[in-house]
């Protein structure tokens, strides 16, 4: 008796669980702008902040899929993908923060490539000093809402076993570009429109579809080759 059908009804449960947990997370922002009057900069600062803890659960599956080979495509991931976000951060800082905001760090710099790690601590240093207490709170919740889909789609739903290690590096910087490019350019209209409460709501809701759509093309994708996979390996 083939037991397929039993593995696609908890691969389903898993991925409807994340997802769900993914959708509830993605509210706690607007609590933020209903409660606790936060503006435009809150949450685009928040929205990059995700960026790093994508950017630590790409390590983490990297490592998971090849403990040696990733250790060094992580290094060079920490020292690429931390420039890219410390560039994109700093833009976000300046931009919609304080455009007189002096966030480097003095002393002498960081030696050769290293430097964009430094920056990226620094521009870190400035959203922590930005930041407000209930807005650490809702990173967290990020953090744990990957941390969440890391365990129950990668780990246990058999994604670990489809990708490769340069599959894994390079997926963050597209989901960088389709988000944020759609979370800015919102931004910049929210702006230009004096930040009314109700277009801050509408780019909540804006990041939550984006999110949504992302989530269910990436694992329904890895999920349909798992399933392919197995009733390969029944016949």
Known sequence: MSTQPLHDSYAGRRRHLSLALLVVVNLLPLAGVLFYDWDIAALVVLYWSENLVLGFYTIARMLAVSPLGGLFSSLFFLIHYGGFCAVHGLF??????DPQADIFSAGNHWPFFLVFVELLIDVIRGVLAYAPPEWLWAFLALFISHGVS??????????????TVSQLMAAPYGRIVILHVTIIAGAFATMALGQPLLLLIILVALKIAVDVTMHLREHGKLAANVVQTGKSRDA
């Open 92 to 97: 976000i800082m300046l931009l919609l923060v």
């Open 150 to 163: 890391f365990a129950l789609n990668f780990l246990l739903g058999g994604e670990r076993d489809r990708l």
